[in-house]
């Protein structure tokens, strides 16, 4: 009986562990190959140096990594656009750097050796999601009257709808409603 309930959760373990690996959404249709994502533990600080040909950070087990790997470039992903943040947020994002290496070095390989430092809180692949061609309605109230969903004067700004109406499954339907909703965030806004 011991054996089957050993045996049990182990099946369950593997089940759930393969449930987390799959994607949230069909955008992302694959990963950088030569470039993750680290947040590096609370009190670790990088200090990036190129002189020696491969980019050393002045940690030595980050250093052995970047030899191993021959890392090209480590930058923080967030610099200078933290200033207007909360404390808390700032050290957050402060912790996070991009790491390039040789694609050759193989992806899945970076991201286990990174993952296992004790010194790296985490590590994440960068996802390449899929864009979709813009579609521009015949409506020609477009430019004119309803300016904020596209505005063509310089510099000018406008909520981006243009590119709702590519998932738009039938685009002659009058009876069609679009809810926009904006999933970005400009970190160089002031």
Not at 19 to 34: H, I, M, R, T, W
Request: aromatic content about 6%.
């Amino acid at each position: 009986m011991t054996r089957i309930s050993i045996f049990a959760l182990l099946i369950l373990t593997l089940g759930a562990t393969t449930a987390l690996a799959a994607y949230e959404n069909d955008s992302v249709v694959g990963q950088v190959p030569d470039r993750v994502m680290i947040t590096v533990a609370p009190g670790v600080t990088l200090q990036p140096n190129k002189a020696s040909g491969v980019v050393t950070v002045g940690v030595p087990a980050l250093d052995r990594l970047s030899e191993r790997f021959a890392v090209t470039e480590i930058q923080p992903l967030f610099a200078g656009m933290t200033n207007n943040l909360a404390a808390e947020s700032r050290e957050l994002l402060a912790r996070v750097y991009t790491v390039d290496f040789p694609a050759a070095k193989g992806l899945a390989n970076v991201l286990a050796a990174y993952g296992q430092a004790a010194e790296v809180a985490e590590v994440h692949a960068v996802d390449i999601c899929k864009t979709y061609d813009a579609y521009l309605p015949d409506d020609p109230g477009i430019n004119g009257q309803q300016w904020y969903l596209r505005n063509m004067n310089l510099g000018a700004k406008d909520i981006r709808a243009v590119g709702g109406w590519n998932n738009a499954p039938d685009l002659g339907d009058t009876n069609l409603v679009i809810a926009i909703i904006d999933s970005g965030v400009d970190w160089q806004h002031p």
